[in-house]
Every structure is written in structure tokens, then in C-alpha cells.
């Protein structure tokens, strides 16, 4: 993410593995199940204790950052079975998958800020766990370096599709960044996307108005601001003016549906969206 210093972790990061491993102790933990998540924090690990504090705020992000884990995953399973051989993590955090991953032959390649992907790597020697086989770490100075350029240099080959999961990242970016990014995962033929981003406050319910005030207060407290809004309608546009011509966009309604939780009331429009685009041809 940008505007982190040099040498600390994304504090953004830190809370959405909290919120995975807290997950494993919920009622729902059957919705994402991650082994490691636990593991992966030490110290800083959540306690089952920690549920009975949640309130409705703290549920609705929890619920989200699972579904969408669940989702971008089921959907990856998807172009596996296709073929897809190759796995690209923006903006990683302290995701684990490339610690479960489940597939032989398929290569995770692994990419954030320089300082995050230090201190993940700590975490992972820390738990007594040993780094991935089959993954390939890409610290990428967004400011600095090119993504394109760090990811040919760490092997990822353009000419085959790769899977993007790039969750919990693009409402820190400015547009010309998103774009920048969704402009070069289309120009690789057969590549797709997942990503998550939210909607602006004049195009939200009341109730999710009220969220997107909420939340967007506690990131800009702790110095990472969202930055990016996006809308449905022209986003689906400028996916495909770019070449993807496959997009499946879910809202939170959506989303509950998908998981047979039913949708509370009123929730249709509370502006947050996991998105997929695929460039088939």
C-alpha cells in the first residue's frame, strides 16, 4: 500500500489477519478456514474471547474479509481446473494461501511493499513454519518500481494466464494506479482478476453511508486513507473498454446470497463489491 514508511508494516494488514484468524473461532469459520491464521500472527493473535467484544461493525468487516477470501479462492479453483498455472498475490499482507495452496505445479507469486513482505517473512520463521515451496516473494516499491518489470524478473511468464487476487488493496490506490494494473493483467490473454473495492457515498443507503464513514475514519486515523471510489456501471465499462470480457461483480447482497446467509435488510446498497474480470481470448 502506498504511504507506509520504509520500515514498518501496513497497519491495514495487520487488522484484516486479525479479523481471518478471529474468523476461525466464529460460528461462520466454516465460510473460510485458514489453518494458518493463527499461526502467522504470534503474539499479536486474536483470543475466541475477542468475539464476545465484536460489535456489528466488527462483524460485517469480519464476514466480508472471509467471503471475499472464499470467493477469490473458489474462483481460482475454477481456472485451475482450466489450466491456469500460475498465481499472482497483490498486496499480500499476511495472506496465507501460498502456505496452503493445494496445488501441485501451480507457482504463488507473492507481491507487496518491500517493509510488509519483510516483516511477513518474519512472522512466517517465527511460527516455525517454513517458507512455501512453489512461491516466489516480489517486494515492489509501487512509487518506485515497475510491477510488470519485478514480476518478469521473479519468473512469472507473460505468454501463459496467471490468477490475480488482489483483495483489501485497491481503495488505498489512486485510480491511475488501479487502472495502471487492471490495463497490465489484461494485456496477459486468459489472465483474471479479483479484487475487492467500494462504492461512493452519494451511490449508498443510508445504513451504508453510515459504514463507509465509519471505516473510512479508522484508516485514515491510523494513516492509510481510502483514496479510490469506484462505480459499478463505469467500472464494468472500463473492465471491458481494457479487454476483459468476462466480469462477474457481487455486492454484499450478493454476497449473503451466495453463502445462504440471509440478507439483512436495507443492506442491497452498502457500497462494498468483490469483483471478477477474466480476459478469455
Request: glycine share 8%; charged share 25%; proline share 6%.
Amino acid at each position: 500500500m502506498t504511504g507506509m514508511e520504509d520500515a514498518t508494516p501496513s497497519r491495514t494488514a495487520l487488522r484484516v489477519a486479525r479479523l481471518r484468524a478471529l474468523h476461525q473461532f466464529s460460528p461462520q469459520a466454516a465460510l473460510f478456514r485458514d489453518p494458518y491464521a493463527l499461526a502467522i500472527l504470534g503474539e499479536a493473535a486474536p483470543n475466541a474471547g475477542e468475539l464476545s467484544q465484536e460489535d456489528e461493525h466488527g462483524r460485517r468487516m469480519r464476514l466480508f474479509v472471509a467471503s471475499r477470501a472464499r470467493l477469490a479462492e473458489d474462483w481460482l479453483a475454477a481456472a485451475v481446473r482450466r489450466g491456469v498455472r500460475q498465481v499472482v498475490v497483490l498486496g499480500a499482507g499476511l495472506d496465507t494461501f501460498a502456505l496452503r495452496n493445494p496445488y501441485p505445479g501451480v507457482t504463488v507469486f507473492e507481491v507487496d511493499h518491500p517493509a510488509t513482505q519483510a516483516w511477513k517473512r518474519q512472522r512466517i520463521a517465527e511460527a516455525g513454519l517454513a517458507e512455501p515451496a512453489g512461491a516466489a516473494f516480489v517486494p515492489v516499491n509501487f512509487e518506485r518500481q515497475s510491477l510488470a518489470g519485478e514480476l518478469a524478473a521473479a519468473g512469472l511468464n507473460t505468454t501463459e494466464p496467471s490468477f490475480f487476487i488482489w483483495l483489501g488493496v485497491v481503495p488505498y490506490l489512486t485510480r491511475e494506479a488501479i487502472f495502471t494494473t487492471l490495463d497490465y493483467i489484461a494485456g496477459i490473454p486468459g489472465s483474471e482478476v479479483v479484487f475487492d473495492y467500494s462504492e461512493p457515498a452519494g451511490n449508498r443507503d443510508a445504513a451504508g453511508q453510515a459504514t463507509l464513514a465509519f471505516y473510512a475514519a479508522r484508516v485514515a486515523a491510523i494513516g492509510e486513507p481510502w483514496i479510490s471510489f469506484l462505480v459499478p456501471d463505469e467500472l464494468a465499462k472500463s473492465l471491458a473498454d481494457l479487454g476483459f470480457d468476462e466480469i462477474e461483480d457481487l455486492d454484499n447482497g450478493d454476497i449473503a446470497v451466495r453463502f445462504a446467509r440471509t440478507p439483512e435488510a436495507g443492506r442491497r446498497n452498502s457500497g462494498g463489491h468483490i469483483l471478477r474480470a477474466r480476459r478469455s481470448v
